[in-house]
Every structure is written in C-alpha cells, then in structure tokens.
C-alpha cells in the first residue's frame, strides 16, 4: 500500500512544483502557466466531489484503480503536451485524479485493514507517502539538471504510477 502511495503523492508534488517550469519552456507565458495550476486545483476539488461519489457507488479499490490510471494518463500525456491547452487538459485529468486520490485514501485503508487501527496506519502510511513527496520534485529537478528535459520525470511517473496500478489490482481486506 505504501508504494501506491509514494508513487501518487511521488508524481502529485512534482508536477506542483515543476509544471509551471516546464510550460514556461514550452514558451507559455508565467501568467498562463501558473493558470494551470489554478486549473489542476479546481478540478481537484471536482474530483474529490464526484470520485468520492464514485467510491461509494463502486467501492474504493475499483475507485482507485480509476485514479491511477488517470495518473497514467495524464504522465503519458505530458510527454507530447506542447501547448497551452494540452496542458490544461493534462491539469483537468491530475487535477481529478489527484483530488480523487486523497478522498479515497482513508476508505481504501479502512477497508483493507479495517478500523481497530486504523489511525496507527493511516499516520505510517502518510509518514511513508509524505518521503515520496518530499523526494519528487527533488528528483525531476534533477532529472532536469542533467538532461535538460522533464521527459524522464515524466516517464518515471508513469512508471510508478504502472506499479501502483498492478499492485492495487492485488490488493485485498486482511482477513480478520
């Protein structure tokens, strides 16, 4: 569970941190490149809303299963966005994706591993994940610095975001 996890929050901080840059290299004026961002966080909330919804409707494992691939998705599709509105339809797909994600999180836990502990595991689980974020964005600068690309970050990402993908396919309740 944890490196689905890392490998959600992984790609999450890095693309806050560093889409902006890579837009701005793009060509796109910092305005119009920051207002990805805007983008990415209103359709968070978007999808916290209707993922959530879904969740309830499909259960959360199906529900996060829809997420990652979204990630996928949306990684891959950063490899040829090259213009403003691919990049925001790239911040349409993280930005549910990514607000989804964060719903789900404490139901996914609670159903795996029920309620008896399920403060305890939640806070290792975020303590584990939050390393993913701090290691990110620090990891696609330097994928930056040395290639001068953010090509590598983003397959990294979807990289991580396939083996969340195959590992959440197996994931199952701890029997009680």
């Not at 004026?29 to 993922?51: D, E, Y």
Request: hydrophobic share 60%.
């Amino acid at each position: 569970v944890s490196i689905i996890w890392v490998s959600m929050l992984l790609l999450g901080c890095l693309i806050v941190v560093h889409i902006i840059i890579h837009a701005i290299g793009l060509g796109i004026t910092a305005v119009r490149a920051a207002s990805i961002v805007s983008v990415s966080g209103a359709f968070g909330i978007i999808g916290a809303v209707i993922l959530g919804h879904i969740a309830d409707r499909i259960g959360t494992k199906l529900t996060l299963i829809v997420i990652i691939i979204l990630y996928i998705v949306g990684s891959l599709w950063l490899l040829v966005a090259d213009e403003l509105l691919m990049l925001y339809l790239f911040a349409v797909i993280f930005g549910l994706a990514y607000g989804g994600f964060f719903t789900v999180q404490s139901p996914v836990l609670a159903e795996l591993f029920g309620l008896r502990s399920h403060g305890a595991i939640f806070g290792v689980i975020y303590f584990i994940t939050m390393i993913g974020g701090a290691a990110g964005p620090v990891l696609a600068g330097h994928i930056f610095d040395i290639t001068s690309s953010y090509f590598g970050a983003f397959v990294t990402c979807a990289a991580l975001s396939s083996t969340g993908l195959i590992l959440a396919l197996f994931l199952k309740p701890v029997r009680r």
